[in-house]
């Protein structure tokens, strides 16, 4: 891989958001925190081939609250019918929402910071955007900054799923997504 493809691949990551290159939500696999880990739902989990698994509430796959780590399952036994949510409230595994507009190179540099390196993704988050000192409305955000060409201006905090957010989930994005991004970087002539 050349130096020049990576550049390129940098380069392009600048003009691409969270909603870009993140999983659709109608493929990512969750759990609900109602689910018994018994020897099915474990097979399930491990034939999904991922290491880290969003948890809902009840039958709400838009009520993402955190995450189980499949190493979490380690020491369960599959025959004592715990819970998910047994696991997932003792081990405390903090998920973050990310809004679907969030500039990639902003989102690698909150991966960056070490501290998370998973987040959902929501339609424009519901909580009011705050710009050169004064609160606009989504939308009117939205427009004005892209027309500026300001579309970074955008970026907000990434939120606490474990805090009720009254969120429309459209995806699930990992470091990996942006960095395959990177990667695979075509040059082409535009
Ligand atoms: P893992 O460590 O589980 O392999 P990665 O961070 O390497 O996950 O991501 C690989 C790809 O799988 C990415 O495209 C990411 O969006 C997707 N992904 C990660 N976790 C899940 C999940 N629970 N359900 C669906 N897709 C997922």
């Known amino acids: 891989l050349s130096t020049l493809k990576i550049a390129i ?22 759990l609900s925190e109602d689910q018994v880990l018994n020897a099915e739902t474990m097979t399930r989990v491990s034939d999904s081939g991922y290491t880290r698994i969003p948890v809902y509430e009840g039958n709400n796959r838009n009520k993402v609250k955190n995450l189980l780590y499949v190493s979490d399952l380690a020491l369960i036994g599959k025959d004592n019918n715990i819970t998910v949510k047994a696991v997932a409230r003792f081990n405390k595994r903090r998920l973050r929402i990310v809004d679907e507009n969030m500039p990639l190179t902003a ?56 805090e009720d957010h009254p969120v429309t989930l459209v995806g699930l994005i990992t470091l990996e997504d942006i960095t395959e991004e990177l990667l695979q970087a075509e040059i082409t002539d535009e």
């Open 9 to 30: 691949g940098a380069m392009e990551l600048t003009k691409k958001s969270v909603r870009d290159v993140m999983t659709d939500i109608d493929d990512v696999f969750m």
């Open 107 to 162: 989102l690698m540099d909150e991966f960056k910071m070490g501290d998370y390196h998973l987040a959902m993704v929501a339609k424009a988050l519901d909580v009011k955007k705050h710009h050169n000192g004064k609160f606009v409305d989504d939308k009117m955000d939205n427009f004005i900054l892209k027309s500026m060409k300001l579309v970074e201006a955008t970026v907000l905090p990434a939120v606490d799923a474990s």
